[in-house]
């Protein structure tokens, strides 16, 4: 309750999860580019579903670009307006147990620069554009979809000494709604002031931190969204629509309204919806997705 007498709190909190249709927050810088960031060998039948998709249904896009470690050859024919941005990323040190989600990581938080619109649109690699995403941008905000749950809570069994001094302070990562970090737009200017931050915050939290839990990027994006004073604009669900959490494990058919759906595994359903989106499509439940998505090294070569 004291939070509310504080200034600064109630500075944030008026800039923080604003609905995208007020007014105040519609810019007119439209979405141009499109990223998708893809880590490994292993993701890039995926990514290039995802540009797919994004050249099929984002008809205003002009570009897509896939940012990635391996070299362009790797990933054969591309979708239209597509090319490939490859990134040379450092290793971890081998004892690290989660050393290919770090190095995705890495990736993303340089992701957005490798475009050259006036405003990108980032999104992971397993989300696929079923509509046009028709977005025009103000600088200074970040664009996004929601989620519920403490950022902070990620620090919660750490020792003192590894909690990095800049979350004390800060107000989003301990609030219960937070941005979701699958599908994020801004424009170019306003990516060339996260990104560099982004990279640093999110190396120096998972360089103190133990390596007990895959190391997450939405944790030091909540921190910087306040040291920058960035408003974040919520575009709602279907933005960043859940394909497991919502329908895995049934068959049952996308709902039209979804602009970005999120996940949904096998891969070959969504050849399915490319045929025909009015079909219903069989996707596994969500603890597989959890399963696949969050694994150690040693996890993965045994999977």
């Given at each position: ?201 999110f190396q120096d939290t998972w360089e103190l931190m133990n390596d007990n839990q895959p190391p997450t990027d939405q944790l030091p994006l909540s921190a910087l969204l306040d040291m920058l004073d960035l408003v974040t ?64 090294d040693e996890e993965k070569k045994r999977s």
């Amino acid at each position: 309750m004291l939070n509310f007498f504080n200034k600064r709190f109630r500075h944030i909190r008026a800039r923080h999860n604003i609905p995208y249709s007020e007014s105040r927050v519609q810019g007119t810088i439209p979405v141009t580019s499109v990223v998708i960031p893809c880590a490994g060998e292993d993701y890039i039948e995926e990514a290039l579903l995802s540009a797919c998709f994004a050249s099929r249904f984002a008809t205003s896009i002009t570009e897509i670009v896939i940012v990635s470690d391996q070299p362009a050859t790797k990933f054969g024919e591309l979708p239209a307006k597509t090319r490939v941005a490859t990134l040379t990323i450092p290793h971890r040190e081998e004892s690290y147990r989660y050393k290919q989600i770090y190095r995705s990581r890495l990736i993303k938080l340089q992701a957005p620069l490798q475009a050259s619109g006036d405003a990108v649109l980032m999104i992971d690699s397993d989300l696929n554009l079923l509509k046009d995403p028709a977005l025009s941008l103000r600088e200074g905000h970040l664009y996004s979809s929601f989620r519920e749950g403490r950022m902070i809570a990620k620090l919660e069994n750490a020792a003192e000494e590894q909690i990095p001094a800049y979350y004390k302070p800060a107000i989003r990562p301990y609030l219960v709604d937070h941005v979701n970090g699958a599908y994020l737009a801004a424009t170019r200017q306003t990516w060339k002031r996260i990104c560099p931050l982004w990279l640093t915050l999110f190396q120096d939290t998972w360089e103190l931190m133990n390596d007990n839990q895959p190391p997450t990027d939405q944790l030091p994006l909540s921190a910087l969204l306040d040291m920058l004073d960035l408003v974040t604009v919520n575009l709602g669900e279907w933005a960043n629509w859940p394909v497991s959490k919502r329908i895995g494990g049934t068959a049952a058919v996308i709902p039209p309204e979804v602009i970005g759906a999120h996940g949904g595994f096998p891969l070959s359903e969504w050849q399915k919806y490319l045929q025909d989106p009015a079909q219903p499509l069989q996707f596994k439940g969500q603890d597989y997705t959890r399963k696949v998505r969050y694994l150690t090294d040693e996890e993965k070569k045994r999977s």
